[in-house]
């Protein structure tokens, strides 16, 4: 039985990513497929667009056979600790034999390369990286500029996301011993970070930018069809658009209520961050806004966004640094499955080395303290996720314990 691994936001779920599934299958000739997904809040620090079992539902109506979500913690984290956390969830299962990614590179060979340097971090290219920052640019561009140096590859492909990601899962695997074996797939057509819809394949960041516009009907010309009427009857009942804008006044609040000290223990607060944060909040700015008033060479935009996220959500530097040490997940949370995939959780309830949650309620007596810890986390993120939501009223909205496993 082989079963392929992929890493994902499905922010929100679209051709795209149905065409991934579809390549890896065949290319890996695959017989199941299993999605390591973000939760409800992803990895550039904001909330996903649609809420998890909504993503969960079109990836199994799309060719995935099993979602697994990837802790808030990490869902949330760096580029780094995203993928070494999905990667040792992988791992975690017993069951999947190699992980497929999408890159503009579209040749394992180079992904292999750079992943190697990472991992290795040879003197030279721990020099060259001393040596940039001391310019006073920001560390992943001082990264790229060491690797560029000495792999030769081109910039563009060392800077750009998806390839980013494939690193860091290669790294990973290096990182843990992992007997996971690798595939990426060329990515078709529409760019990571393109703004503009011009055929049935556009990227998740284009889909969100016309919904935010309200230009809905544009937007689902790039989701498979049976998407298109979920996300109409979330979005027509009010349960999404969730952005990150929405979060302002939960900001805003958070920030007036802690001290300074305390925010300095934030997630991602680092080297005085907590004192520009305090200089916005005069100012009543939204959370977009904060994020432009405290970029500088030294904070990309995204840190920013996940420091604001992390600060909002009570995410703190010591609890983060006790998953991590303690293997990062503390369990396989298991969003979704299909019926007829139904054997895949009998397999990795024989061979998983975390625990399997796939009815929260029963959480209490499966998981350890620790376990728990990061649990509760989850279920307090998803409180405050369906008090985003437009629909004001929240007993039609989905919590922890109301919202069932997806089963199609």
Known sequence: ????????????????????????????????????????????????????????????????????????????????FFSECAVRIMDSTGIIDTISFGSEAGKIEYIEKVADILYNEPEEFKNIIKEELSKGIVFPSARSKALEKITHIPKDILENPNNILGIEYLKSLKKIKSNIKASTIKREQAHYNSKTIESTIASATAIREYIKQNQIQKALYAVPENCKRIYSENLNLGKSPVFADDLSHFLNYKIIMSSPEYISEISDITEGLENRIYKAISENYTFSQMCDFIKSKRYTYTKIQRALLHTVLDIKKSDTEEFIDNGFSQYIRVLGFRREASILLKEMSKKSKLPIITNIKNANSILNERGLKMLEKEIQSTDIYKALSPNKNFSQLKTEYSTPMVMI
């Open 1 to 80: 039985m082989k079963i392929t691994g992929i890493v994902s936001e499905y922010n929100p779920f679209h051709n795209g990513h149905k065409f991934h599934i579809e390549k890896t299958r065949k290319e890996t000739s695959s017989d199941f497929i299993i999605a390591i997904m973000s939760g409800n809040f992803v990895q550039r620090g904001e909330p996903a667009i649609f809420d998890k079992w909504t993503r969960t539902k079109c990836a199994l109506l799309n060719g995935v056979d099993m979602v697994i979500e990837i802790p808030l913690y990490f869902a949330t984290a760096s580029a780094e």
